[in-house]
């Protein structure tokens, strides 16, 4: 029987990207995802729950990622689950998860992204279309304009 390892995630990232280089020279970029939940517990209460996320992109993938992404930003992010084992300060030995990032994309409109991102960051406004966009979006920015006008069909051709 085949196994699959996938997680997908839409949340807002609780800080900057770290980007750190391996002993090998490898480039990772790292960060914290807040994804909400809210539902109705038994007695009719409104319960919200935000759960952690901590995620990492290799390579040319996470310098993009630490271009990009900053604290805030809502962000879809696709990867897989591992699992890390470690020893703490007090010998006890302890596990914890984290998403190792495949494709990543920027969500929500421009205008949030260059009113919270842009100015009050104090640099130059970042690039808002997707960086590396999946095939899971039906966002207009995935869809090209014919380029070849001669070849496109009349309006007077169109069935309706």
Do not use: C
Not at 15 to 29: H, L, M, S, V, Y
Not at 55 to 79: C, D, H, N, S
Not at 93 to 115: H, P, R
Request: hydrophobic share 30%.
């Amino acid at each position: 029987m085949a196994s699959y390892n996938k997680i997908i995630l839409i949340g807002n990232l609780g800080k900057d990207p770290e980007i750190r280089n391996t002993e090998g020279g490898k480039k990772a970029a790292s960060f914290s995802l807040a994804v909400n939940d809210s539902y109705t517990d038994r007695s009719g209460n409104k319960v919200e729950k935000t759960e952690w996320f901590r995620i990492t992109f290799w390579g040319p993938r996470g310098e993009t990622v630490a271009q990009y992404l900053k604290k805030g930003m809502q962000v879809y992010v696709e990867g897989r689950l591992s699992t890390n084992t470690y020893t703490d300060q007090t010998g006890q030995q302890k596990f914890s998860l984290e998403v190792l990032g495949g494709e990543f994309q920027m969500l929500g409109s421009k205008a949030d992204n260059e009113q919270n991102y842009g100015r009050e960051g104090g640099g130059e406004s970042r690039a808002q279309t997707p960086v590396h966009q999946t095939n899971v979006s039906n966002s207009p920015s995935s869809v090209s304009a014919p380029t070849d006008f001669a070849s496109s069909p009349a309006e007077d051709d169109l069935p309706f």
